[in-house]
C-alpha cells in the first residue's frame, strides 16, 4: 500500500490519469484524512456546522481543483490537506461572523445569553490565532510550517524534522520560536 501510495503522489494532477489518481490516493488515505478533519475541528469546539466527515469531503473538493506539481511524500501531502482543512474551518467562521453582521438579513433584538458570547468569542479567537499564523508565515516561514506540521497535522519532531529537511533540534528551537510569537501576538 505504502508503495500505491507514493506513486500516487508524486503523479501530478494535470497528468493523464492524475484525477484518478487523486481519488484513489483520497481512498487510501481517508482514514488519516478523517482523522486530521477531527483533530481540526476539535479544536474549533462546535463553532462550526461542519462535520468531520463534511469537511474531508470539502477538502476533497478543494484539492482536486488544485492544478500544480506532485506531491513528494504522505507528509507534505497530508500538511497540505491540513491547511486545507483550516482554511475552510476559517471561511466558515467568517461567513458566520458576516451573517451575524446583518448579512442581508432584518435585524432581530434577542439576547441569547452566555452560551453565544462566549462562542463569539472563541470564533474570534480562531481568526486571531489565523492571523497570527499568517503574520508568522510572513516573517518566518519555516516556523509556520513547523506550527502547522505539529499542530493541525498531528506530526511528532522527528517527522518534522525529516519533512522540512532540518534537524529535530532546530524543529525544537523553531517550535519555541513561534509558541512565543504567537503568544506575544494573542496577548
Given at each position: 500500500m ?7 503522489l508524486?503523479?501530478?494532477p494535470d497528468?493523464?490519469g492524475g ?11 481517508y ?18 456546522s461542519?462535520?468531520?466527515t ?7 473538493l478543494?484539492?482536486?481543483g488544485?492544478?500544480?506539481p506532485?506531491?513528494p ?16 474551518v476559517?471561511?466558515?467562521v467568517?461567513?458566520?461572523?458576516a ?8 435585524p432581530?433584538t ?11 468569542e472563541h470564533?474570534?479567537?480562531?481568526l ?14 519555516r ?6 506540521l ?19 533540534r ?18
Amino acid at each position: 500500500m505504502t508503495g500505491d501510495i507514493t506513486r500516487l503522489l508524486h503523479m501530478g494532477p494535470d497528468e493523464p490519469g492524475g484525477r484518478a489518481a487523486r481519488d484513489r490516493l483520497f481512498e487510501l488515505l481517508y482514514n488519516d484524512l478523517h482523522r486530521l478533519a477531527h483533530s481540526r475541528l476539535r479544536r474549533a469546539e462546535g463553532m462550526t456546522s461542519l462535520h468531520t466527515t463534511a469537511l474531508v469531503h470539502e477538502s476533497y473538493l478543494r484539492l482536486q481543483g488544485v492544478a500544480g506539481p506532485a506531491f513528494p511524500d504522505r507528509d507534505h501531502f497530508l500538511s497540505y490537506a491540513a491547511k486545507v482543512m483550516r482554511s475552510i474551518v476559517i471561511d466558515v467562521v467568517r461567513a458566520r461572523q458576516a451573517d451575524r453582521r446583518g448579512g442581508g438579513d432584518a435585524p432581530v433584538t434577542l439576547d441569547t445569553g452566555l452560551a453565544d458570547r462566549a462562542s463569539i468569542e472563541h470564533e474570534n479567537e480562531v481568526l486571531r490565532v489565523h492571523e497570527a499564523l499568517e503574520e508568522l508565515a510572513a516573517a518566518e516561514p519555516r516556523l509556520a510550517r513547523v506550527v502547522e506540521l505539529r499542530y493541525f497535522v498531528g506530526l511528532s519532531e522527528p517527522e518534522i524534522a525529516e519533512v522540512l529537511g532540518v534537524t529535530e533540534r532546530t524543529v525544537q528551537r523553531d517550535w519555541q520560536k513561534a509558541r512565543l510569537f504567537l503568544s506575544l501576538q494573542l496577548a
